[in-house]
Nanobody, 113 residues
Framework: QVQLVESGGGLVQPGGSLRLSCAASGFATNEYIMRWARQVPGKGREWVATSDSDNMYADAVKGRFIIWRDDRKNMVYLEMKRLSPEDTAVYYC?????????WGQGTQVIVSS
């Protein structure tokens, strides 16, 4: 059973940093593409970053966010720096397994002074 559990969200001041974690179970992360996305109320889910043979980032976060993984622990991370209020969202960890997309329950990030 594929399960993804995000953690690490919270309230951070503009310019601050935060690290999100995603604990995966039911599959081996080293065999699958892992991604992060975010969503704000009233808007669709926005892709943020993908960890594959190369890491890819949305333009809005390029140079500020880093996706990385520890496949020994089946964990995926999103290191976020120089956060701005526009980064406020619920952040989701996801993968595609068996032809279906799976997402965690999300972790809330609020960037505010």
């Amino acid at each position: 059973q594929v399960q993804l559990v995000e953690s690490g969200g919270g309230l951070v001041q503009p310019g601050g940093s935060l690290r999100l974690s995603c604990a995966a179970s039911g599959f081996a992360t080293n065999e699958y593409i892992m991604r992060w996305a975010r969503q704000v109320p009233g808007k669709g889910r926005e892709w943020v970053a993908t960890s594959d043979s190369d890491n890819m980032y949305a333009d809005a976060v390029k140079g500020r966010f880093i996706i990385w993984r520890d496949d020994r622990k089946n964990m995926v991370y999103l290191e976020m720096k120089r956060l701005s209020p526009e980064d406020t969202a619920v952040y989701y960890c996801g993968t595609t397994y068996g032809g279906s997309d799976f997402w965690g329950q999300g972790t809330q990030v609020i960037v505010s002074s």
